[in-house]
């Protein structure tokens, strides 16, 4: 694979997650994780793939609802490994 094939395929995880955050699907932000998954965000450590779904869910049936992933789509790629 080449750095540019990476890059897509990070991309596209990312926008997947964007979507799934706009139309506030918990069970669509979470596919792409792996069962034993880790999440730290702003004030909560996630455990697994399906504690990521239970708090996303819970998080756009209350104080996430209807918010969108605007300010998520900052982000840029940097290489950890040779390029």
């Given at each position: 694979m080449t750095r540019s094939h990476?890059?897509?395929?990070?991309?596209?995880v990312l926008e997947g997650v964007y979507k799934a955050w706009d139309a506030g699907d918990a069970d669509a932000f979470a596919a792409d994780?792996?069962?034993d998954a880790t999440a730290i965000l702003p004030g909560s450590y996630r455990r697994s793939?399906?504690?990521v779904r239970e708090n996303m869910a819970a998080g756009f049936a209350s104080f996430l609802k209807g918010s969108t992933s605007i300010i998520m789509r900052k982000h840029t790629l940097s290489a950890v490994g040779p390029a």
């Open positions: 990476d890059e897509a395929a990070i991309e596209g994780h792996r069962d793939k399906e504690d």
